[in-house]
T-cell receptor
Framework: GAVVSQHPSRVICKSGTSVKIECRSLDFQATTMFWYRQFPKQSLMLMATSNEGSKATYEQGVEKDKFLINHASLTLSTLTVTSAHPEDSSFYIC?????????????FGEGSRLTVL | QKEVEQNSGPLSVPEGAIASLNCTYSDRGSQSFFWYRQYSGKSPELIMSIYSNGDKEDGRFTAQLNKASQYVSLLIRDSQPSDSATYLCAVNEANFGNEKLTFGTGTRLTIIP
């Protein structure tokens, strides 16, 4: 149980294009999902908290107009990197908390490696 | 500001020995604690969760929590080369809800065959 699926796992795009990453909770409902970014040999950096049916909460320094988050259902959140640039190349990971468990555990998707040329 | 501190390592341990990973946290109100394992190029995987003082064992893994000292550790017995990874400590201020986890920077563990 508590499986989180993320797609695509790898994406290469040209500078200036937009890229959408999907995060799905497969066997549980997730009222809240979290989006992280991780650069090589660095720890996870929380970008935003995605809340089902409401606006995402962004961490300080993260541009909400550049990283669009939509959490339209209890099992799906999407992150769109708009007008991507080479400095946006990173490993993006989503995570979700099972609303049916009172344990606080986060379950992570497989991650999406974005390379912007 | 809530902080979670880990020794970044690298920590090298001979195969078959016990690996000991440590973590301290600043928020005395923290209630739930987690250890994640992350292989290079992969996303974190939950290894252990612990909520009350004392030890919690799961196979070769033992988590230890001391809330008075604001300290949580992970012991890996009979270390295997496959245990080589970065281990992330994470802390939550409550046992449930939508609060975000605060992660440490991770300890890189290498098991030497």
């Amino acid at each position: 149980g508590a499986v989180v699926s993320q797609h695509p796992s790898r994406v290469i795009c040209k500078s200036g294009t937009s890229v959408k990453i999907e995060c799905r909770s497969l066997d549980f409902q997730a009222t809240t999902m979290f989006w992280y970014r991780q650069f090589p040999k660095q720890s996870l950096m929380l970008m935003a908290t995605s809340n089902e049916g409401s606006k995402a909460t962004y961490e300080q320094g993260v541009e909400k107009d550049k990283f669009l988050i939509n959490h339209a259902s209890l099992t799906l959140s999407t992150l769109t990197v708009t007008s991507a640039h080479p400095e946006d190349s990173s490993f993006y990971i989503c995570s979700a908390r099972d609303a049916g468990r009172n344990t606080g555990e986060l379950f992570f998707g497989e991650g999406s490696r974005l390379t912007v040329l | 500001q809530k902080e979670v501190e880990q020794n970044s390592g690298p920590l090298s341990v001979p195969e078959g020995a016990i690996a000991s990973l440590n973590c301290t946290y600043s928020d005395r109100g923290s209630q739930s604690f987690f250890w994640y394992r992350q292989y290079s190029g992969k996303s974190p995987e939950l290894i252990m969760s612990i909520y009350s003082n004392g030890d919690k064992e799961d196979g070769r893994f033992t988590a230890q929590l001391n809330k008075a000292s604001q300290y949580v550790s992970l012991l890996i017995r009979d270390s295997q080369p496959s245990d080589s990874a970065t281990y992330l400590c994470a802390v939550n201020e409550a046992n449930f809800g939508n609060e975000k986890l605060t992660f440490g920077t991770g300890t890189r563990l290498t098991i030497i065959p």
